[in-house]
């Protein structure tokens, strides 16, 4: 018969415990009442089978469960409701202290074993809480992981990951097709000797070493690589140590574009880096994998216009600063060379941060080199890329949808032309004239964010720029920072602080502008990522 107990204002705890001596029922039915920690309504059952019927049915919490019964014995009886009610957290409770027994038990599934008579009302109450949370936690766990999963093996790019000893750990469906192999089990514990030529292999392996060995990346070399099938391709190769929590290097994680077909039609391919962040134990190391691979996303370097100019004499100099608020972040910018007088520009600020943000960010990532022919358009461009991250966004079960700004500086032209969806418009700051505000004209208003209607069209704007203009575009961390008697930091007061500091270099004054805003802040930090790239016209006769 259930317990009962006084009524509190929290909602009781509903247990199942399935034990067929009526003194040991009754027993864990006092223990919690006579728990001060919460409420707990104990349903009774004397057989297994009796218990599955009352899960089929019942709304219940935890299973408190004895291994001996009228119908079923021993390590069986757990086996059996482990596989019947796998989402609910168990608790053995067992008349044998039986070390090696409750190890199994607890290693295969169950999130406690007690036994009887060695519990009170305390221990007992919070073992049931303890394992009701670690379950959770598991779950939540297992969901990240299987969105990261999805995300990578999503990716047309291979992805893989090897510890010091060149041994796969993780691998995409993408690197598998390139091994020709389709399943996991195929690929990880073994090395590149068993998919490539023995002189492929080695100086793939001599590769990995030095990236070990000095904690210098490889970014974005290009090579040909020879299968065992003898099939020859071009590969854009990026290579980037795999760090633990104490900063030591324990691998490497690598990332390969066939970029075969464009080889043999151009001999110019658009380069991109990627990293992968190990999170550090269980959530936290694949938290720390997610981070490499966002920091690979963003650009290492910037490039040059023209091409062969040195960083000083570039008509077009850029200055990038990343702050995401947790270990990965929800923004994402890239800087694209589309020709000696023309520099694309994209900026996108995904819902939320963490985990989830920063997958749509390496999706958004790889959706911007897809789309590069339409880059010179930015109407065009953001409206392709909303249709391709609709495509796949909507296999997610949560929904997700991101703002972004698309520009291309046009020296030839002396212009920019922008489109926007959804997010802060720049700041276009005149250093000859002194005036400060918008890029946008006052009738212009952004499309929708990313993400969200499927039919979505993107107007492309034009404003004229001249020499020595500094653009300044950012993600709305920047300008949602709460100060004190709930003040928030807007447009107006990040345009008033970039005029006190238009002596200083662009450098400066955006290090400068980061810091007042932080400095605002009550706790003196973000609270959402930010990210600010600053753009300045340094020559616009460059032709």
Request: glycine letters at 6%.
């Amino acid at each position: 018969m259930p317990g009962t107990q006084p009524t509190t204002a929290e909602p009781a705890i509903r247990v199942l415990l399935v034990e067929d001596n009526p003194g040991d029922a009754r027993l864990i039915q006092e223990l919690l009442i006579d728990a001060k920690s919460g409420r707990f309504e104990t349903v009774v059952t004397t057989r297994l089978s009796e218990a599955m019927e009352k899960l089929a049915g019942g709304d219940f919490q935890l299973i408190l469960l004895d291994l001996s019964l009228p119908d079923s014995q021993g390590i069986d009886t757990f086996h059996r409701m482990v596989n019947h009610a796998p989402m609910l957290p168990l608790i053995v409770l067992s008349g044998l202290d039986d070390e090696s027994l409750a190890l199994q038990t607890v290693k295969e599934g169950a999130q406690d074993y007690l036994v009887k008579g060695q519990v009170d009302p305390r221990s007992l109450a919070r073992s049931i809480r303890y394992a009701m949370e670690r379950l959770a936690a598991e779950h939540a766990l297992e969901e990240e992981r299987n969105l990261l999963r999805n995300v990578i093996d999503n990716l047309l790019d291979s992805i893989y990951v090897k510890d010091v000893n060149g041994r796969y750990l993780l691998d995409n469906i993408a690197h598998r097709r390139t091994l020709s192999v389709d399943l996991p089990e195929q690929v990880v514990g073994k090395s590149v000797f068993d998919f490539f030529p023995n002189p492929i292999a080695t100086k793939f392996q001599e590769d990995d070493a030095v990236v070990c060995r000095t904690g210098q990346p490889i970014l974005n070399r290009e090579e040909v690589v020879v299968s065992n099938s003898s099939a020859v391709r071009w590969i854009s190769t990026t290579k980037v140590p795999l760090r633990n929590r104490a900063g030591e290097v324990v691998g490497v994680i690598g990332i390969g574009r066939d970029i075969t077909e464009r080889k043999a039609a151009e001999e110019q391919i658009f380069r991109y880096n990627a990293e992968i962040r190990q999170r550090n134990t269980e959530l936290e190391d694949d938290l720390h994998m997610a981070r490499e691979i966002q920091q690979a996303f963003l650009p290492q370097q910037f490039p040059t216009f023209p091409r062969n100019a040195s960083v000083e004499e570039s008509a077009i100099q850029f200055f990038s600063r990343y702050i995401p608020t947790t270990a990965v972040g929800g923004d994402f910018f890239h800087i694209i060379p589309l020709s000696d007088t023309e520099a694309g520009v994209f900026i996108c600020d995904v819902m939320g941060h963490g985990v989830r943000a920063a997958l749509v960010t390496a999706i958004q990532r790889a959706l911007v080199e897809e789309m590069l022919p339409a880059a010179q358009d930015p109407g065009r461009f953001l409206t392709e890329i909303n249709r391709a991250l609709l495509s796949i966004l909507r296999r997610a079960r949560t929904p997700m949808f991101a703002s972004a700004f698309a520009m291309v500086v046009d020296l030839r032209e002396k212009c920019v032309r922008y489109s926007n969806a959804g997010h802060p418009w720049p700041i276009h700051i005149s250093r000859e004239t002194g005036e400060i505000g918008p890029i946008c004209a006052p009738s212009e208003r952004p499309g929708p964010a990313l993400g969200v209607f499927k039919d979505a069209h993107f107007e492309t704007h034009i404003r004229p720029i001249a020499e020595r203009d500094l653009l300044i575009l950012f993600t709305d961390g920047l300008c949602e920072v709460e100060g004190e008697h709930e003040t928030y930091f807007n447009q107006e007061m990040l345009q008033e602080v970039l005029r006190k500091g238009l002596v200083n270099s662009s450098e400066k004054l955006i290090d400068e502008t980061i810091n007042e805003v932080r400095d605002f802040a009550i706790n003196h930090n973000f609270t959402d990522d930010v990210c600010l790239i600053g753009v300045e016209i340094k020559n616009i006769h460059v032709l």
